[in-house]
């Protein structure tokens, strides 16, 4: 019913949803009043009126998904459902989990972050993100596309998908129509901290996939035990970087361009020890590697395909990924956003490579609220005037609170508003041979743009993150502000 009323007044008012045209100078609503404030009045209440439809409409679409959901997994009791969900790491753990399976099962995955109210429900069903999400056509379209994937027959055997948690409540509200056959929790750790205001209000948000679902894999490296008291599904496994961990890593040797060489390794009924070389970079990275395997252990892979689908797995465009810079420099690009966490880890990276010259090139992490100044400046005391030549801030966060923190440490700080001068400053001062990190967040950061002014050919410049003609505009429209 509902979408049957907002399409006739869709048609008859030609009410734009964007709500950007309404009551513009010679429009129809502008024409009925000569009086400034009477038109204004009337603007003010047509906005908000538009503002309700939106919200209606949304909300209609999104339970009308969510039930397509529930209906398809019940008719399909099959596939297995698998979620990953935490503070950080979850696209590349997604991505990991996916290229180990994929060496047995049909899987079925989005590479990107589709883990919103209607993203997270498309990718499950394996339908297209619409580009029209305000036409009611494009919807009704999606909702048949919807009815024929239920009642055809199974195309996959694992659906993985990322649960993403920007405020209170929206990874408990997915157990509300899904129950997954596994959730993989990635890491508890400040995030969005505008809304959660506290790290138990994140443990409980990011936990909350371990209890809805069947049973659950918990980073134990980047989630504390004291959160344990939160867990209420007994089946639950850990993995992690030591033999702490029931799925865990012993690392045999490391190079840049062959990654880690080792044993993957598995404790108790599933004892099993697998000679893999894992092509990451970062200690996070390799987390992401074993948390896949311990996935297709769970599954019944055998020791083989295990071997073969870690073998596979290679980083994920600006996550730790490895390119090559002017001058013969490593470029460790991992800007596709930044948190707390993850910031700490890259830097350790960095750290542990053998060159003649480390550069940091550090912008703003969003989403911190009320905790950013004493985040920013927790990353800004790990960088040490030792094993940095240079740190570069980029971000007005990051000005005012990270790089402060580093100059007391001895450090050299030089801080930028765009990344476009960060990348030219970091070219200027590139030595050869030298490891150059570039992390920080997506909005009004963009750093994958300093590292294009720094890689080795223009011809690369497809590996990075966010280069779509639509993101390419919206970057320029940013920049242009400078």
């Known amino acids: 019913m509902l979408m049957r009323i907002g399409a006739k007044t869709l048609a008859r008012d030609k009410i734009n949803m964007s709500h950007k045209k309404i009551g513009a100078p010679g429009g129809r609503a502008a024409a009925k009043y000569t009086s400034p404030s009477k038109e204004a009045y009337f603007c003010g209440r047509v906005r908000g009126a538009c503002v309700i439809i939106v919200l209606m409409f949304k909300n209609y679409i999104q339970k009308k998904l ?31 989990i996916g290229t180990v399976l994929s060496e047995r099962f049909r899987v079925r995955l989005h590479e990107g972050n589709h883990n919103a109210e209607l993203s997270g429900p498309l990718a499950i069903l394996g339908i297209a993100y619409p580009e029209n999400l305000k036409s009611i056509w494009t919807w009704l379209a999606v909702f048949r596309a919807a009815r024929r994937r239920i009642h055809q027959p199974s195309d996959v055997d694992v659906i993985i998908q990322e649960v993403g948690s920007d405020r209170i409540g929206q990874v408990p509200h997915f157990g509300t129509y899904a129950r997954p056959y596994l959730a993989v929790v990635t890491a508890v750790s400040a995030e969005h901290m505008e809304f959660f205001q506290t790290i138990d209000a994140v443990a409980a948000e990011e936990l909350s996939a371990a209890n809805f679902s069947e049973s659950a894999l918990i980073n134990r490296d980047n989630i504390d035990g004291a959160y344990a008291a939160k867990l209420t599904n007994p089946q639950i496994n850990t993995y992690g970087t030591t033999d702490a961990a029931e799925f865990h890593f012993i690392q045999e040797d490391y190079t840049l361009q062959d990654g880690f060489t080792g044993l ?77 966490l993850a910031a700490a880890a890259a830097i350790q990276a960095l750290y542990a490579l053998s060159v003649p010259q480390r550069i940091v090139v550090l912008g703003s992490m969003n989403e911190l609220g009320a905790t950013s100044p004493a985040e920013h400046a927790a990353i800004g005391k790990l960088c040490d005037p030792s094993l940095i030549a240079h740190v570069i801030t980029v971000g007005e966060q990051a000005e005012t609170y990270l790089a402060p923190a580093a100059l007391s440490k001895g450090c050299h700080v030089v801080s930028f508003k765009t990344a476009l001068e960060a990348g030219a400053y970091a070219h200027k001062v590139l030595e050869t041979g030298a490891a150059i990190l570039f992390k920080g967040s997506q909005g009004g950061i963009y750093l994958e743009e300093a590292v294009k002014i720094v890689l080795h050919a223009t011809e690369e410049e497809h590996q990075l993150v966010r280069q779509s003609a639509a993101w390419l505009e919206e970057k320029q429209a940013f920049f242009s502000q400078f």
């Open 66 to 96: 969510e039930k397509y959901v529930a209906k398809y997994l019940r008719r399909h009791p099959d596939i297995k459902l698998i979620i990953v969900t935490g503070s950080v790491g979850k696209t590349g753990t997604k991505v990991a």
């Open 264 to 340: 993957f390794m598995a404790q108790g009924q599933l004892n099993i020890g697998v000679k893999v070389q894992l092509k990451v970079a970062g200690e996070h990275s390799l987390r992401a590697a074993i948390a896949a395997g311990a996935v297709g252990l769970k599954l019944g892979m055998t020791a083989d395909e295990l071997r073969s689908g870690l073998n596979k797995i290679r980083p994920v465009s600006g996550r730790m990924n490895i390119l090559r810079g002017v001058k013969d420099t490593i470029i460790i690009d991992d800007t596709y956003n930044s948190s707390p």
